[in-house]
């Protein structure tokens, strides 16, 4: 039997959250509760580009698809549960896990990636996110280890 290396890959990519207009890719589902400043308890369902620029008209290679839910109380954090799932390049066809943490007032917010499928199996890693402009571009910076 052959012994796998481990390698890192590093993607530099930005998620396209488009929240209303009739080509949204973010819907809420379930509203904040009682008029929160926090929006706690809101949960938005998710089918995101993932670009290698910061123009919604950059070249899409994947898409980030999931939920986020506002679980902050004091502070506007939220719950990140997202699939990167690449649809162009070597990596078609294979995606990886992003679960975690996302305090969005923090210039830049560390996430988990916890597992993976097809040239991500096993992946492990880490996801640094930061807004990049009005707050519907964020850049991910994922780092990852995979076989």
Not at 15 to 36: M, R
Not at 122 to 145: K, M, P
């Amino acid at each position: 039997m052959k012994m796998l290396r481990e390698k890192v890959s590093h993607f530099k990519l930005y998620w396209q959250d488009v929240v209303s207009g009739s080509n949204a890719t973010s819907v809420t589902v379930i509203e904040a509760v009682n008029n929160s400043s926090t929006s706690f308890g809101m949960v938005n369902i998710f089918d995101n580009s993932l670009t290698i620029g910061p123009n919604l008209s950059s070249k899409t290679v994947g898409k980030a698809q999931g939920l986020y839910a506002s679980t902050g109380q004091e502070d506007t954090s939220l719950l990140m549960v997202m699939s990167f799932a690449f649809t162009d390049g070597k990596y078609n066809g294979s995606t990886f896990i992003v679960l975690g943490r996302n305090n969005i007032n923090a210039e830049v917010r560390e996430m988990p990636i916890i597992g993976g499928s097809g040239l991500f199996r096993f992946a492990r890693g880490y996801a640094l996110a930061s807004t990049y402009n009005d707050g519907a571009t964020i850049e991910y910076n994922c780092y990852v280890i995979h076989y």
